[in-house]
């Protein structure tokens, strides 16, 4: 991509929202559950640096104990001096290793049965120029994948029966027992770009876009699930932010764009009030929501079939 392109594309995903465009913007209620953010153990992926460390540090702040996930152990362990042992814990773990996911979960959740929450955040992103096929790497390509889409799959599908399974916390009141089912979380931190991609990164954007259709139909298929109904599927999307995502990367920084997109404090700041709030399971946030009209037909055809699978499997 060229200066001017990325000068184009960071016009367009840093902009401030119109106030009349925003009237228009997707919003999208929770049907499942509306209530604060109510987790007491939350685990964040990608939890080293940018959004991930951000967010882990919010929910320290607010109360909630947070296992940091990240491959740089260093950094975990500066969280865990800044904050305490008794706030956070330091998990130095590749999410990539998809062989050594079961194993590093079930230890997981057995170290922190309170566990509620999983933030899948770790995210890795690439240029790829299709006209010169020789410079691709190709395993680079798979791993971005790997790390973007499969491991937050697999993730999800091994922590799946330990979230299910706070469906029946028993609370004892004097002569009184009453099962209420415990609220989980999962958070998939997705991207504008999974909206309308841009030609620069379309291993990145495709990546996003795929966890974007699977946010939708997992939220769909545990919604509709009396032993999965308690658990609540949020996306948030950001616009360009300003992280090592893009600090990283060689063909940014040679343009003069390491440093574009939204302050990392203003998107923290705004997620962190939505999720605190409860009320969306879409977060589209800051200039994202420039483009987050495309979503609306999108939406309505999306609750049209769902519905049509529901009634016919009630049949």
């Not at 790390?147 to 706070?166: E, G, K, V």
């Not at 998107?267 to 994202?288: M, N, Q, R, S």
């Amino acid at each position: 991509m060229t200066t001017s392109h990325l000068s184009a594309y960071q016009a367009d995903i840093t902009t401030p929202t119109p106030k009349i465009q925003l009237q228009s913007t997707l919003t999208r209620k929770n049907k499942a559950t509306t209530m604060p953010f109510p987790s007491k153990t939350a685990l964040i992926t990608g939890a080293t640096s940018g959004i991930g460390l951000a967010l882990a540090e919010r929910l320290i702040a607010n109360g909630t104990f947070v296992i940091a996930v990240g491959r740089r152990k260093d950094r975990l362990e500066a969280l865990v001096s800044a904050h305490g042992a008794d706030k956070v814990a330091a998990e130095p773990f590749d999410i990539a290793d998809l062989e050594a996911l079961p194993a590093w979960v079930e230890k997981i959740t057995s170290t922190h049965p309170t566990l509620d929450t999983i933030l899948l955040n770790a995210g890795i992103q690439r240029s790829i120029d299709f006209t010169s096929p020789s410079s691709i790497s190709l395993p680079a390509v798979s791993g971005e994948l790997t790390t973007n889409y499969l491991a937050p799959i697999h993730l999800i599908t091994h922590f799946l029966p330990h979230l299910q399974s706070l469906n029946t916390s028993t609370n004892t009141t004097g002569t009184t027992t009453k099962t209420t089912p415990t609220t989980a979380s999962i958070i998939l931190i997705s991207s504008g770009l999974a909206l309308v991609p841009i030609p620069r990164c379309p291993n990145y954007c495709a990546t996003k876009s795929a966890l974007h259709c699977l946010a939708w139909s997992l939220r769909a298929q545990l919604q509709s699930s009396p032993s999965s109904s308690h658990i609540r599927v949020v996306e948030v999307v950001p616009p360009a932010v300003q992280t090592e995502l893009h600090s990283q990367q060689p063909d940014l920084v040679a343009a003069g764009q390491a440093n574009f997109g939204m302050p990392l404090d203003k998107f923290t700041d705004e997620t962190w009030d939505a999720l605190e709030k409860g009320e969306e399971d879409e977060i589209i946030v800051g200039p994202a929501k420039n483009v987050a009209h495309v979503e609306t037909d999108r939406r309505k055809m999306f609750d049209k079939m769902a519905e049509s699978f529901k009634a016919g499997n009630k049949a």
